[in-house]
């Protein structure tokens, strides 16, 4: 029984984005909202966090890709992931 959680849990975490990524995808999000001249960039440690825990590699990839606000708001990012 300890394998197939083990297992389950191991698989739920191979689809979550790096560090980096997340970084990137957030930096994206303040640029498109006209809010990376307001706060410290490398503050972020909070929110690079809460990607991670709530995003998956695509959202991420999609909220860095994205030029306009109806592009990123198309991304599923920073949203609860079924389990």
């Known amino acids: 029984m300890k394998?197939?959680?083990?297992?389950?849990?191991l698989l739920a975490g191979c689809?979550?984005?790096?560090?980096?990524?997340?970084?990137?995808?957030?930096?994206?999000?303040?640029?498109?909202?006209?809010t990376d001249t307001?706060?410290?960039?490398?503050?972020?440690?909070?929110?690079v966090r809460?990607?991670?825990?709530?995003?998956?590699k695509e959202a991420v990839a999609c909220a860095i890709a994205a030029q306009t606000l109806e592009q990123?708001?198309?991304c599923d990012f920073n949203k609860p992931v079924d389990k």
Do not use: M
Request: aromatic share 2%; charged share 30%.
């Open 38 to 47: 307001l706060s410290d960039q490398s503050d972020i440690d909070g929110e």
């Open 15 to 34: 689809n979550k984005p790096t560090d980096d990524a997340c970084k990137q995808a957030i930096l994206n999000i303040k640029h498109l909202h006209g």
């Open 72 to 74: 990123l708001d198309k």
């Open 50 to 56: 809460r990607c991670r825990g709530g995003s998956t």
């Open 3 to 9: 394998r197939v959680v083990f297992a389950i849990a």
